[in-house]
């Protein structure tokens, strides 16, 4: 059964090259005595901190640092973008009126990488 998703949680991106550690807005709702995570918790820079640097080719900074370097891959400063929200989440359990956020979830960059939950920051509260 999936983990839900709280403050400290560690993340990954499929094309960062450093984990980032979630936090989730402020709310009422705890898990482990620490707020947890809903589906709308995708803001970069306010729950998601950047992945130390990103290779994604369809990164715009990427692509021209690459141009720049004769076709040579170089990464460059993660800045994430996340347009959608977190799927699936866990539909039966509302956290603040949207479905509240498990380990099984994944966010979509708009440079086509996928963050995805490594620890869900906390181990004792499972959610369908």
Do not use: E, R
Request: charged residues 5%.
């Amino acid at each position: 059964m999936p983990k839900q998703v709280v403050t400290g949680a560690m993340l990954k991106c499929s094309f960062g090259v450093a984990p980032s550690i979630f936090a989730a807005t402020p709310k009422m709702v705890k898990s482990g005595f620490m707020d947890a995570g809903n589906i709308m918790d995708n803001k970069p820079m306010v729950n998601i901190p950047p992945f130390g640097m990103c290779s994604a080719p369809t990164n715009p900074a990427v692509a021209a640092a690459t141009a720049a370097a004769m076709g040579v891959l170089t990464p460059q400063p993660c800045i994430p973008v996340f347009p959608a929200p977190w799927v699936p989440g866990s539909p039966t359990v509302p956290v603040v009126n949207f479905p509240a956020l498990n380990n099984t979830s994944c966010l979509n960059c708009a440079y086509l990488g996928i963050v995805s939950i490594v620890n869900p920051g906390q181990m004792t509260h499972d959610i369908p």
